[in-house]
């Protein structure tokens, strides 16, 4: 079966500039997080989505970030008025079972000019 | 709050040699779970292993193998005859029951294995 699909793969965009990020996870699985990965540096939660629960948005760095779940599949992260400091890889995983194994998409190498 | 913390930033080890990746964790959970993952420099992230707070047994995959010393808090990723594809960076993670399950990751460390 698929994997975590995530799209664009790349995203170039200008400062001020509102980006959206879309993750499609693997058929059947409840949970799906996103996570954001700067160059060098480890992975930071930004928000977590399982079932038809609200998600747990305590890992969003600002009130620019905002993400939705629609119909408990494809997933949408939205950066408004995008910074320098934005850029970055932006990865999201999903798994059947909260607290189980993760998997991972390929991420979405966001740039901002 | 729980919290990973890994100190090398870079290994270095020779091919067919056994290499030992560093990992302590802060929690105040009694009961977690802890990870690890690779990431190739094509960005994706594998999961590697997974070790239970309370199972009695070292996890083991392969050739891969999870040195737990819960009392020192220390969940130290073993590579048994590294080989040129181990080349990457590894993240160990903790649970996050605190936080919708998600996983608090270390700053990794980058594996360099020669020929």
Known sequence: ?113 | AQKITQTQPGMFVQEKEAVTLDCTYDTSDPSYGLFWYKQPSSGEMIFLIYQGSYDQQNATEGRYSLNFQKARKSANLVISASQLGDSAMYFCAILNSNSGYALNFGKGTSLLVTP
């Open chain 1, 1 to 113: 079966g698929a994997g975590v699909s995530q799209s664009p793969s790349n995203k170039v965009t200008e400062k001020g500039k509102d980006v959206e990020l879309r993750c499609d996870p693997i058929s059947g699985h409840t949970a799906l997080y996103w996570y954001r990965q700067s160059l060098g540096q480890g992975l930071e939660f930004l928000i977590y989505f399982q079932g038809n629960s609200a998600p747990d948005k305590s890992g969003l760095p600002s009130d620019r970030f905002s993400a939705e779940r629609t119909g408990g599949s494809v997933s949408t992260l939205t950066i408004q008025r995008t910074q320098q400091e934005d850029s970055a890889v932006y990865l999201c995983a999903s798994t059947s079972t909260a607290g189980m194994t993760l998997h991972f998409g390929n991420g979405t190498r966001l740039t901002v000019t």
